[in-house]
């Protein structure tokens, strides 16, 4: 996935921001939180760290082209970095940021939830 790509798909979801920082770091965000991180590749292919479930780490860690996202799981936190589509296509790794997306969102207050539309309970 190219990074003209990554960021197209991540402004596509809803009320997101984006933020260039952490060293050119491409890091979008839903309610102020962070869902996704593009960028601090040493290869060709971009870096993309989102955010999955405790399954989603266990199984993913352990794929070729994926790994624990640098500082984030080392402090507990179950987010993934993709550093090749060697396991996971764009496709999939749409799917994840999308997921990623929720994850985040579900953990948002009530209240904000609500203000941006992301909360269909009543």
């Given amino acids: 996935m190219l990074l003209d790509e ?28 962070v869902f996704a ?10 870096a993309v760290t989102f ?3 405790e399954l989603g780490f266990d199984i993913l ?8 996202a640098p500082y984030l799981a080392s402090r507990g936190m179950t987010w993934i970095q993709r550093t090749s589509g060697e396991s996971m296509d764009d ?3 749409k799917d994840y940021l999308a997921e990623s997306h929720r994850l985040v969102a579900a953990k948002l207050t009530r209240k904000l939830r609500r203000e941006l539309g992301l909360d269909t309970a009543t």
């Fill in 6 to 33: 990554y960021n197209a798909y991540c402004a596509s979801l809803p009320h997101t921001t984006h933020v260039v920082q952490w060293g050119d770091a491409h890091v979008w965000k839903v309610g102020g939180k």
């Fill in 37 to 46: 991180i593009a960028g601090w590749s040493a290869g060709d292919e971009l």
């Fill in 51 to 53: 955010k999955v479930s």
């Fill in 61 to 68: 860690k352990q794929q070729p082209g994926l790994r624990p």
């Fill in 91 to 93: 496709a999939a790794l």
